[in-house]
């Protein structure tokens, strides 16, 4: 079973650039999180979806900072403009339903964003 | 008071001896308990998961959970230096109806050979 992908596995910008990440889950899953991972700290959830909707959106920032899964499988996640304290690796992670309690959440390699 | 405590570390321990690893939680009502143990520059990966008070074991691994006292422990026994890696302890939380996983700041471990 092929797991989580993500693209690029690495990028560097200027800040004020844009940029996108792209996650595509292991197959049949409905749920898709993004997260935050800046060094020294643990994941911090940014948006999670299950099929095309959004079920929690709650830490991320929507003045710079989108994501869309529009047909329910892959998803982008876009930072415009970024800026200096978005550097971090940005994970996806998906699972088998709805998230809940007894889900197990399996996470893609990341993409480590480095803003200059 | 964060949502997910761990001590950060650097823990280091003997080779072959037991690494033990805490974390407490706020949420009292929280139900789902993981251990991910994260190499440097990868991913995330899960180790272990509990739901019940006790113990859970797994090879090498046990996972212990007391939800009176919001604590839960991973310990590693006959510890190799493969299992030197950052240990992050996540909770399901309830957030506005949602279960969202919330992950400590993690503790970095050093098996010593």
Known sequence: ???????????????????????????????????????????????????????????????????ERLKGVDSTLKIQPAKLEDSAVYLCASSLDSGGALETQYFGPGTRLLVL | QKEVEQNSGPLSVPEGAIASLNCTYSDRGSQSFFWYRQYSGKSPELIMSIYSNGDKEDGRFTAQLNKASQYVSLLIRDSQPSDSATYLCAVKMTNFGNEKLTFGTGTRLTIIP
């Open chain 1, 1 to 67: 079973e092929a797991g989580v992908a993500q693209s690029p596995r690495y990028k560097i910008i200027e800040k004020r650039q844009s940029v996108a990440f792209w996650c595509n889950p292991i197959s049949g899953h409905a749920t898709l999180y993004w997260y935050q991972q800046i060094l020294g700290q643990g994941p911090k959830l940014l948006i999670q979806f299950q099929n095309n909707g959004v079920v929690d959106d709650s830490q991320l920032p929507k003045d710079r900072f989108s994501a």
